[in-house]
């Protein structure tokens, strides 16, 4: 089981940057796939992007694809999801959780859901 912290984001303008972070607290997170999902307000969560356990193999989808990376430090138990040239559409609470995942895109998900990091972009 892990426990998941997102942070970092924040109220920026359209074509600005923002890292997140999704660092866990408890468990035994190299164990784990990380995704990161996002959720407007008024819509459902919807999948972003997943790295493998050991950062070797990662998917995007196609709203991620381009202007997102994802990465991770296994040593400092941290997962990051960079964002550049962000959008309004991008406006959303960012989440990540542990997650399966193979090059069709997301297979399953855990239950291990953090408080999510507000992102919001204007334009």
């Known amino acids: 089981q892990l426990q998941l912290v997102e942070s970092g984001g924040g109220l920026l303008q359209a074509g600005g940057s923002l890292r997140l972070s999704c660092t866990a607290s408890?468990?035994?997170?190299?164990?784990?796939?990380i995704g990161w999902f996002r959720q407007a307000s008024g819509k459902e969560r919807e999948f972003v992007t997943a790295i493998a356990w050991n950062g070797d193999t990662t998917y995007y989808t196609d709203s991620a694809k381009g202007r997102f990376s994802i990465s991770r430090d296994n040593d400092e138990n941290t997962a990051y999801l960079q964002m550049n040239n962000l959008k309004p559409e991008d406006t959303a609470v960012y989440y990540c959780n542990a997650v399966r995942f193979n090059s069709d895109g997301l297979t399953y998900q855990y239950n291990y859901w953090g408080q999510g990091t507000q992102v919001t972009v204007s334009s």
């Open positions: 408890e468990g035994v997170f190299a164990n784990y796939a």
